[in-house]
């Protein structure tokens, strides 16, 4: 069995009080074998990146979650390109604080709360993926629940009624907190989020934002690799029997 896939450069910006930035690299650079570089916050330009690229926003506590998870990171120099980046088509990801700094910049609709027991929260949960619609949901499959952490303070997705009808109407949620047996459950639900909410995409499906860090469970070494396919279909990797 053979792989082959479409190169990708990746961006990973590094913000202060990023702390999983490396491992975001270690998987899209070792693990997925893609082209990828750390971006220092105050750069601004991204030069060097197509429309086929991707940028990163990866976890952490950007600016020490002073005023808001990703309220003072939005404003950082980088963050007018990636949203340019972001306008002209170029895939975005942000995932736990990188999903709170996309939906500060305007590049996601929502915004995330405190976790209900205002809490932090760190352990492994479920997730149903609810549509193939979009690169990086393209290969899984929609009956089988993923095993992914999350770790976060922050998580409590919260939109307006009109925004969660657009979410619903235009297919843009990714995945919901389930159970294992895939029933997006009140019990199943970690932070509170609104209508299981973990994950969503913007209305033009090139900026995915999610809770949960599938870098954290992209390798069979670390007992879990469930993640490893949401890179896997953004990236368009093909199995060759």
């Not at 170029?90 to 709170?100: A, E, K, R, W």
């Amino acid at each position: 069995m053979g792989v082959r896939g479409f190169n990708m450069k990746f961006g990973v910006v590094v913000f202060p009080g990023s702390n999983c930035d490396d491992d975001m690299i270690h998987v899209l650079g070792t693990v997925m074998q893609q082209e990828v570089v750390k971006l220092w916050h105050k750069e601004t330009e991204l030069s060097g990146f197509g429309k086929g690229d991707c940028i990163v926003l990866p976890g952490g506590f950007s600016y020490g979650d002073y005023l808001r998870a990703g309220a003072i990171a939005r404003f950082s120099p980088i963050m007018k390109s990636v949203i340019e980046f972001a306008n002209n088509g170029g895939y975005v990801l942000g995932v736990c604080n990188g999903f709170q700094v996309a939906c500060e910049a305007g590049l996601l609709p929502g915004v995330l709360l405190r976790n209900s027991n205002q809490k932090f929260i760190c352990k492994n949960v479920h997730l149903k993926t609810l549509t193939n619609n979009a690169a990086i949901t393209s290969n899984i499959n929609l009956e089988q629940p993923l095993l992914v952490p999350i770790a976060h303070a922050e998580g409590r997705y919260l939109a307006d009624d009109d925004t969660l009808k657009s979410l619903e109407e235009n297919d843009q949620i990714l995945f919901k907190y389930c159970d294992k047996n895939g029933n997006a459950s009140d019990e199943a639900n970690p932070n509170g989020s609104t209508n299981n909410i973990a994950g969503i995409c913007n209305a033009n499906r090139n900026v995915f934002g999610m809770m949960p860090h599938p870098e954290r469970a992209s390798e069979k070494v670390l007992g879990n690799d469930d993640g490893r396919i949401m890179f896997e279909s953004l990236i368009g990797l093909m199995v060759d029997a």
